[in-house]
């Protein structure tokens, strides 16, 4: 039987699949046994009690679904009250995902945040609908390293750091979230997209635009993981598009040591733990003793990247 | 011969009939169903009935499945639709639905043939619940909504409560629910658009005679903003409670998500709740409707 443990960090997942933050709350605990998943993850609080954005909140499109929920939340105390108990009644590490408009509040939260309970404090600095200096500190590398150094200086948690696939280079931000002290790189969030009705001509949510959530991001995040992994030396969780254990695989081999799902665990409620199920059986099946061994092993060494031999070899 | 694509295997981990359960503790399952019949009951509505896992059956008035509906035009369809339940047969263990053939989802639900899988999610959320104390309830619903309100009559029934079910549509032939309601034991009234009967005036006129009867311990309704309105109105005056079941767009049906949210009147105060946890079934007063 495999050994499906990874490290991010200090701390130890029984195995590399977790949900994504927004996507998951303990509720889950209705449908599936959560001290079955790798790590358990909190959707973004923020300082305020917040009531999230103007309905609808979701639309379909023909590439997935676009969603802008706000950030609803009923503040920081209420959640280290309540919701971290709820938490901490399971066993997986809990990751709590944090928000704010501004440097100083954000690193303040941090602090607060940091309770014994909670596990890793993950820096959602790339809420696709908050602007570039008011908490999407994500698209820019001197907003994301002020950002990070802020809030390394006020906690000793593990710090994960969410970055955005909306920034025009992701490896240079995601090398300042490093520099700054990131504890593992967490990537990526929602793609800031936009549909118009066409019978009333106005947009189809209540805030105009909405992340895109769907398998379509995989192909996308699975490249910003790649290149990012050449370029740091601490962990990547690899979110975008996984619905199955061999996207687990995908994502690992590209550079990541664990995933985060969102859109699957919306589709199928249980398929966080057929993913896991699946992706024992994968490496059982293979010969593959320890998961880890797949991290950052694509088979890319010898790739000539010459298009003339490429286009004349045979298929 | 080309090998298999490894990346072909998509996970499926849903409870087929006779499965055992490696979560027996959970509240929720994610189910594949057997259809077993699909059929129009008139020319906007359709009635599906599902062989189901046993858990799937423990479903109750006003609770939902979430719907992993087949496509009808071969684009994707992405999301689970939500649904309250029409009937639940725990001896032939079944679960049905009725259900107007409009959106992507439904029409595409519209495709399932007898023999078909069908995935389906739930039981979810919180239903009607009867007070012991009352003895009489009065339903009034309209166009579909009168699909959310019929497993009331079954509740009703085993909990030996009257009811008197005032059903709302366009014409004669898109009155929902009637034979289920009259099956048993409720006394239905059905107002029509047709011939001006549905008017709010004239409901109100049956609801008062209704109140002066005594038949009214409870209301409840669903499917229409002035009925909900109506009876808000005539539950303040006479102090009759009530309970309304509401929809929303629905993304994770488990509380994590806050897609459906919708705003309630609590105390005085606007708050934003989830229908699919907090709800689909919420106090009649704190609606603040559509």
């Given at each position: ?21 927004g ?141 955005s ?13 490093e ?39 995989k ?85 000539e ?11 | ?20 359960d ?58 689970r ?11 032939a ?18 495709t ?8 389906i ?43 008197t ?6 014409h ?20 029509l ?30 499917g ?31 509380g ?35």
């Open positions: 039987m495999v050994d499906l443990t990874v490290k991010i960090g200090d701390i130890t997942l029984q195995n590399p699949v977790q949900p994504a933050s996507a998951f709350s303990w509720e889950y605990n209705d449908v599936i046994d959560l001290n079955r998943l790798g790590a358990l993850v909190a959707k973004t609080i923020c300082r305020e009690p917040r009531l999230g954005n103007p309905t609808p909140r979701m639309a379909e499109t023909e590439a997935g679904i676009i969603q802008s929920i706000g950030l609803p939340g009923k503040g920081i105390e209420y959640f280290v009250e309540h919701i971290v108990p709820e938490y901490a009644r399971f066993t997986p590490p809990l990751v709590v995902s944090v928000s704010s408009e501004s440097i100083e509040d954000f690193a303040a939260l941090a602090e607060e945040l940091s309770v014994p309970d909670v596990d890793v404090i993950e820096a959602n600095i790339s809420c696709p609908t908050r602007n570039a200096t008011g908490g999407n500190f994500a698209m820019h590398e001197d907003y994301t390293r002020d950002c990070i150094t802020a809030i390394r200086a006020k906690t000793r948690k593990p710090l994960w750091v969410k970055l696939p909306n920034a025009g280079d992701i490896v240079s931000i995601a090398r300042a979230a520099d700054a002290g990131a504890d593992a790189l967490v990537i990526a969030n929602t793609f800031l997209s936009l549909k118009i009705r066409t019978d009333n001509f106005r947009p189809a949510l209540g805030n105009k635009f909405g992340g895109l959530v769907s398998p379509a991001l192909p996308i995040v699975l490249r910003m993981v790649y290149q990012v992994a050449k370029a740091v030396k601490i962990p990547i969780i690899g979110i975008g598009g996984v619905t199955k254990a061999e996207d687990v695989v995908e994502y690992m081999l590209a550079g990541a040591t664990a995933v985060g799902i969102g859109y699957a665990g919306f589709r199928n409620p249980t398929a966080l733990i057929s993913i896991i199920d699946d992706l024992a059986a994968w490496c059982d099946e293979r010969g593959i003793k320890k998961v880890t061994e797949l991290i950052g092993a694509v088979r890319d060494q010898d790739m990247m010459d298009t003339l031999n490429a286009a004349s070899a045979g298929v | 011969m080309t090998t298999p694509d490894p990346n072909e295997n998509y996970t499926d981990a849903a409870l087929r009939i006779g499965d055992v490696p979560y027996p503790q959970r509240l929720v399952g994610e189910f594949i169903g057997i259809v077993t019949r699909n059929d129009w009951v008139n020319d906007e509505y359709k009635h599906v009935v599902l062989k189901v896992h046993e858990h799937a059956t423990k479903a109750y008035a006003g609770q939902m499945f979430h719907l992993l509906c087949p496509s009808p035009d071969g684009a994707e369809v992405w999301m639709r939500p649904m309250s339940v029409y009937r639940v047969d725990k001896t263990g079944e679960v049905e639905f009725l259900y107007k053939s409009e959106g992507r989802g439904t029409r595409g639900m519209a399932l043939q007898p023999g078909d899988e069908f995935n999610a739930g039981p979810l959320g919180v239903g009607f619940k009867l007070q012991p104390s009352w003895k009489n309830i009065v339903v009034l619903g309209r166009g579909v909504g009168l699909a959310t309100l019929a497993p009331l009559s079954q509740l009703a029934a085993e909990n030996g409560v009257g009811v079910a005032i059903l709302s549509a366009r004669e032939g898109v009155v929902m629910s009637k034979e289920l309601f009259d099956d048993l034991g409720a006394h239905t009234i059905t107002v658009d047709s011939d001006g009967s549905s008017d709010v005036e004239n409901v109100e006129r049956i609801l008062e005679t209704l109140i002066a009867q005594g038949k009214t311990d409870a209301f409840f309704t669903c229409s903003n002035r009925l909900l309105k109506l009876m808000q109105r005539l539950g303040k005056k006479h102090g009759i409670p009530g309970q309304v079941a509401m929809e929303q767009i629905m993304v994770c049906g488990f994590a998500c806050y897609v459906c949210v919708r705003t309630f009147e609590v105390d005085g105060k606007r708050v934003l709740k989830r229908v699919c946890r907090d709800g689909p079934v919420f106090n009649m007063q704190e609606a603040v409707g559509w």
